[in-house]
């Protein structure tokens, strides 16, 4: 796969205090993604464009960046691990398909045995079949291969949910892959080089300690919410789309 082309950055630098940003810049996910579909507005009206969000925070910032961009919508689904001491740290992460990314220095630094991290496996493995049956119920995957799949989700911190997402992805033979998300770390996008052909990010913090902090409004997103905007999605004609991203 050709390196990373390049970033795609409305702001690329904010200042930050305490991991939170001086003065939040999303009011809410839609409003990250109606950013980040005007970052991603080269690729609009493309007819080989699929839009893939990684559940749950990133679909509707994904939803809004395929209506904007009148593509198809559909999701990738990704399971943090989350290590034993702390949850919220990943060790890795598995996606739909067997896609397993662990990160090796956590695991080495946390001393994980591999009877913790197998635990742990084994349970985001049962939630992983859990939400892909209800979010996608009998309907098909729609088609990648031989697309042009942009990956979104909420925000990147430690990267390990969008690479297992894209190890998953790549074995489905996509043409070109770009990750878009509306705010990760300053360097992020040199983790993906060689995986994907572009970055965007609309913002990219030098230090990012939560992407939550970046939010107004960074509620949970619900299993409901998820299935609501699949089903609009479904609903729309993404050769037709919306006439503009709000």
């Known amino acids: 796969m050709r390196p990373i082309d390049g970033i795609v950055a409305l702001a690329t ?50 939803f809004e960046v395929a209506r904007a961009l009148h593509a198809k919508l559909d999701v990738l689904v990704v399971r943090k691990l989350g290590a034993p001491q702390d ?10 398909g067997g896609a397993l990314h662990l990160e090796r220095s956590v695991l080495r630094e946390l001393q994980i045995s591999d009877a913790q991290l197998a635990d742990v496996i084994a349970r985001e493995t049962a939630e992983l079949a859990r939400r892909e049956l209800a979010y996608r119920g009998e309907c098909p995957p729609v088609p990648v291969q031989g697309k042009t799949v942009i990956v979104v ?3 990147i911190a430690t990267g390990a949910s969008m690479h297992a997402a894209l190890d998953a992805l790549r074995s489905r033979h996509p043409a070109r892959i770009v990750v878009a998300v509306p705010v990760s770390q300053s360097d992020a996008c040199t983790a993906f080089e060689g995986i994907a052909h572009a970055f965007v990010s609309v913002l990219q913090p030098d230090w990012l300690m939560g992407i939550g902090g970046f939010y107004v ?9 998820v299935r609501a905007c699949l089903a609009a999605a479904r609903g729309w004609e993404p050769e037709q789309g919306s006439d503009s991203a709000g």
Do not use: S, W
């Not at 950013?35 to 559940?55: I, M, N, S």
């Not at 409004?217 to 919410?225: A, G, R, S, Y």
């Open 13 to 62: 630098r904010t200042d930050v205090a305490g991991g939170k940003a001086m003065g939040n810049l999303f009011r809410d996910r839609a409003d990250a993604g109606r950013q980040l579909a005007h970052a991603l507005r080269e690729y609009q009206g493309r007819g080989d464009l699929v839009v893939l969000a990684l559940p749950r925070g990133g679909v509707p910032v994904a």
């Open 217 to 225: 409004n960074f509620d949970q997103t619900t299993d409901e919410e």
């Open 153 to 155: 989700d909420d925000g």
């Open 87 to 96: 949850e919220e740290l990943a060790m890795g992460a598995i996606a739909t």
